[in-house]
């Protein structure tokens, strides 16, 4: 497993929270579960830029079998760091709405 650490802002950790409380998971499945929704999709993502003060890190480790394919989406979409590319996804899915994202989870 990748450890993989990024920093947002504090209502990305509470979105994150609530949900992973509805859907019963560990926090660490719940961010896997979005990177891996993200790279099955495989669509460019939008790059976001949030106005909102980037206070919260979020940690988790990114399980064996996603390693690979995150590696090739970061390159194959010219992302030149992580941080940028997780913060990306993250915005992405707290854009959705809830019962969105709690399919997502249930889903992956």
Known sequence: MKKVKVLVPSTVVN????????????MNR?????????LKENKTLDKYEKNEKID??????????????YFKY???NGYSNESDFLRDIFY?????????????LKNI
């Open 15 to 26: 979105i994150l929270n609530q949900d992973r409380t509805i859907s019963e998971k560990s």
């Open 30 to 38: 719940v961010l896997n579960s979005i990177v891996e929704y993200n």
């Open 56 to 69: 919260s890190q979020i940690q988790f480790y990114l399980y064996d079998y996603l390693v690979d394919e």
């Open 74 to 76: 970061l390159r194959e």
């Open 92 to 104: 992405e899915y707290i854009d959705k709405s809830r019962d969105e994202r709690i399919d997502i």
